[in-house]
């Protein structure tokens, strides 16, 4: 029993992609996954804070014209993603 030290924390996302550090992080970020809100051009990479979300919970927010292609799971930025939450947070319901 000494695995205390190892602690997971909830979830066991946490992958330290070991060999994904440029030695010049500095400049712009370039991403590979782009935010699904149309007319937003921001990375919805996982290491920049991107989420990914059901297509049905996004439109919620943008409606299906805000989002720029049809995907069962749209990718989302931080921005976008902290607005989802934003809206989602004015409506009297606690489902988290
Ligand atoms: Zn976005």
Redesign the pocket.
Known sequence: MGFKSRARKRRGSAESAGSSKDSESSEEYEGQVR???SG???W?DKSVGGRKMAYDRAVDVWGSSGISRKVRKVS??????RKWKKEKKSEPREWE
């Open positions: 935010c699904d809100i937003c051009e921001n919805a989302l930025c931080k921005p976008c993603y």
